[in-house]
């Protein structure tokens, strides 16, 4: 079974930023794919950033601002979000693809609010 922690997200005024940590249980060379999806209120979950072996993406709408890293050592994967707006406000879900199938992390709330 894999589990996915993610933290970091909380509460942070237009053009600051926030770095979203996910820890997985286990190797993280174990994993065909890793990134982040996010929900915004009374929306769909969207995609936000992945990261394959070689390929990294990004939505459109956070281009320039997101970055999606990752600590081998640590079996973490990182979200680093710069110039937040207050449109990015959602609940942000660390993913994970295996051969055995895709993994959710329960999610940590981001508020751009001033």
């Known amino acids: 079974q894999v589990q996915l922690a993610e933290s970091g997200g909380g509460l942070v005024q237009p053009g600051g930023s926030l770095r979203l940590s996910c820890v997985l249980s286990?190797?993280?060379?174990?994993?065909?794919?890793l990134g982040w999806y996010r929900q915004p209120p009374e929306k769909q979950r969207e995609f936000v950033a992945s990261f394959t072996w070689g390929t990294t993406r990004y939505a459109d709408s956070v281009k320039g601002r997101f970055s999606i890293s990752r600590d081998n050592s640590k079996n973490t994967v990182y979200l680093r979000m710069n110039s937040l707006k207050a449109e990015d406000t959602a609940v942000y879900y660390c993913?994970?693809?295996?051969?055995?199938?895709?993994?959710w992390g329960q999610g940590t709330q981001v508020t751009v609010s001033s």
């Open positions: 286990r190797s993280i060379f174990s994993f065909n794919a």
């Open positions: 993913y994970a693809n295996t051969n055995s199938g895709d993994y």
